[in-house]
């Protein structure tokens, strides 16, 4: 699983944040946590999950292909987030490529946990 150095954060203490990272990491149970990636399934700008579904084996076993980009308490949080990443993309790039504008970024965490 690839997190970006830049993930977004919906609103949550610093000390909260890391503590979901650490989780996340380790595929750990995670109430009250939800994911925005770069699309997993096909095409699209951004996917939304609740983090205990990647406690599921199909996501253990295909961890390096999941990008976290951003990390939220509630679901209405994540799409305000998803709104915030997707205006960010196009005011810096012009396009709506999600994929492109994080896999090409620099700075981008290159550590893959699974």
Known sequence: MTIDKNLYVGKMSDKNVIKIIRKIKKFK???????????????GLLEIYDMNEFQQEYYKRHSDEIHVVGISQTKRQAYR???DIIDDVYAKTGAFDCVSYFQT???MDENKNG
């Open 81 to 83: 987030l998803v709104r």
């Open 29 to 43: 149970l995670c109430t009250g946590v939800v994911l925005i990636t770069l699309p997993l399934f096909g095409q």
């Open 105 to 107: 970024k620099v700075g």
